[in-house]
Each structure stands twice: as C-alpha cells, then as structure tokens.
C-alpha cells in the first residue's frame, strides 16, 4: 500500500506539473524573449540527458573513453541521417567496441 | 541490479525519427514554427465532416477551438517515428523493470509505475527511496524533483494545446517527456496545423507509452534473465544524440545545446544542474535575441 501511495501521488504530481505548464501558458502571446528562452532552455535540458546518462566513470564528472567515441560517432551519424535508428546502432556499436578494446 | 547500473536513470522512458518534412533548410534564428511558437498552429476548419481550409490569421492561439475533431485516425509519421525509436525503448524498459523488481514493492504496483508516471528516471528514484526506507512524502518529493523539467517542456509545448479538442488538453500533458519533445521539435519545422500535431502526438506517444508499458512488464518478468554483457548503459545517450542534433536548427540551438552539456560535465546530475542548465540554455536564448535585434 505504502509504494502504491507513492506512486499515485507521484503520478498526480507529475500530471499537475505537465499539464499546469500546458495550461499556464497555452493561451498566452509570450514575449519573443520568454519563447526563445524557454526553445533554448529546452534544448539544453536535452543536451545535457546526454551527458548526464553516460555509464559512470570511476572520475566524477569524468567521461569514459568507449563514451568519448560512441559519443562522437553518434554526433557524426546524427549530422549525415535523420534516423534515430541509424545513429543508435552505430554509436553503440562503436562504444561497444571500444569497451571491448580498451576496457 | 543496483539502481546507478540502470541505463535510463535520469531520462524519460521514451522517442524519435524525423522526417523529411522535418529536415528542410531552416531559416536561421527564425523563431520557432513548431515547439515554442506563439502561435497556436493552423487548423482546418471543421463544418460538418467537411474540413475547410482556415488561415493562419484565425487559427492562432485566439482561433475556434477544434471541439469536433476524433481521436481515431493514426498519423503514419507518428507511427515511423514511434518504430524507430523502439530498438532504444524496448531494451531499456526490460533493464527498467528488472532494476524495480529487485527493488522494493509488489511487481504489479512496480509495474504501473510504468503507464501512469511514465518517466523511467523517477520510476527508479521512487523506488530506490522507498527501498531504502524513505517516507512516502519524501521519496515522491524526489520524483517529482527528476520530472520538474517537464514543466519547461510543457511551456513550450503549450502553444500547440490551445484550441485543441477537450479530450487532447486533458490527456496529452500525461504523455510529455523528454523523447515525445524531441519527436515533435525534430518533426515539425513548418507551422503544423492542430489537426496535424494532434494526430502526431497522439499516435507517437501512445505508441511509445504502450511499448514502455509492455517493456517494463517484460523486465519485471524475465527478471535477471536479461544478459548483462548488453551494452544497455549507452543506449539512452545514444538515444538523446539522435534526438537532439536533427533538431537545432539554428546557431543559437547549437549553443544552447553546449552549454546544457557542458553544465551537466560540470555537475553531477543533481537539481542545481537541472536549474543551471535551464538557466544558461534560457540566457543563451536571450542574448540570441539580443544579437539579433
């Protein structure tokens, strides 16, 4: 009983979150500003799921080697296709493979 | 399975391909057409089962709101979309359930973590709080901390729920996350109409939500089952590079991007670096204006 709670409560609080900020700001003109602010915070938020989902070094804050490369293997693929596919099957290939060789 | 070893600790659960449409030549600094665009997006009008065209000086934010639409139809990018992003998805639902049935709480309660909060990361911290003895007010205070940035999506996502049908403003917030923003900036580089992005979304997102739904109930099936030499643990990252780079459009993006990375190698994932990635990524923004002006 006490998880199911949890997890009730959490899904209403993460409801009210999601749809408060629809609500908040679907039928207001926000200032250029505040739209481009809120596009770039975005995106930033995005970029950073990246770093911040990497498999843990033995460094804080550190980056791995096999990271490093499926990182800029994903980068290079993602520029040349569209296909989230592609570019997962490669990056990961390369960080796997990279693991294998350096460890 | 400890809960650091879980690939997806800090992300949605779901994500993106996108489309030719998607990828014409952007104009520079242009403001958003799609996510963020003070206009609501164009919708044909609806007159008795005969769509008539409306333009786009009526159907903003201000516009008739669609209140005949059906929910039926499945948009077929939404389904691409939604099917490339399964070899990401559905590995990491597994390791996602096998981590939450080591850890505390009956599978099925575990289980519905998964359709009703729909957010891999907060799944976890939930569980790992309650399995380490937290309170119920303290370990959903955790979760909701992870799904704060939610509400910078939902902002800017909220220009395209104005005028929409009653049922889409009621469901499709539950389906914002990190992988179904990236879906729709990455999708949409022309202004879309309501129609048009409601069928997306929809079919996108209830796509990807069944398939973590069923992925997860997998994981706490098969359990320990699953083999560990898969290289799960860079998926998600792999994932969140997909989704990003097709989408910056202009120079600004790129460095918006740039600084959330270099704030997240700066920090250790916790919420000052949540608060100073939405802080730089927003100043960037500004002074992109600035510049621009």
Redesign the interface.
Known sequence: M??????????A???A??????????????P??A??????????????????????TSA??G?GA??AT??VA??LV??RT????V???V??AV??LT?ALVG | MAA??V?????GPI?????AV??GTPAPEQ??PG????T?GREPGTSRGQEVPMSDSTAG??GTADTTARPARLDAHGVRDAG??A??IAPLGLAMGVALGEL???HL??W??AP????GA?QLV??SQ?DGGAS??A??GA??LV?????????????R??GQPGWF??L???Y?V?QT??LV??RFRDDPTRQEFRRYFMTASTLLWALWTASVGAGLLIGTALPESL?L????????????????RAR??AW??????A???????TMP??LG??????????L??RARS
Do not use: C, K, Q, W
């Open positions: 006490i998880a199911l709670a949890a997890v009730l409560l959490a899904t609080g993460t409801f979150m999601r749809a408060g900020s629809v609500r908040a700001f679907e039928s207001r003109d926000l250029p500003t739209t481009r602010m809120l596009r770039h915070a975005a995106v930033a938020i995005m970029a950073s799921l990246v770093i911040t989902n990497l498999p843990a804080p804050g980056v096999a990271s499926g990182l994903a980068l993602a520029r569209p296909s989230p596919t570019v997962m099957v990056a990961v960080y796997a693991d | 650091a070893s690939p997806g600790a800090s992300s994500a993106a391909e996108s489309h998607g990828h403001v958003a996510i963020g665009s003070t609501g934010t201000t490339a992003l070899a990401a505390a709480g009956p309660v575990s519905l973590s009703l909060l729909l957010a907060s939930l569980f309650l119920v007010l370990a959903t979760a909701l799904n704060s940035r939610f509400v910078v999506y939902g902002a800017a996502l909220a220009p729920f104005a403003r009621l499709g917030p539950h914002i990190d923003y990236g900036a990455a290289p643990e860079f998926v998600l990252s792999a994932m969140f590079v997909a989704l990003v780079v097709p989408g910056i600004s993006e918006a991007a740039a600084a959330g990375v704030v997240a190698l700066a920090g250790a994932g670096t949540l990635v939405v802080a730089a990524g927003g100043a960037v923004g500004a992109s204006g």
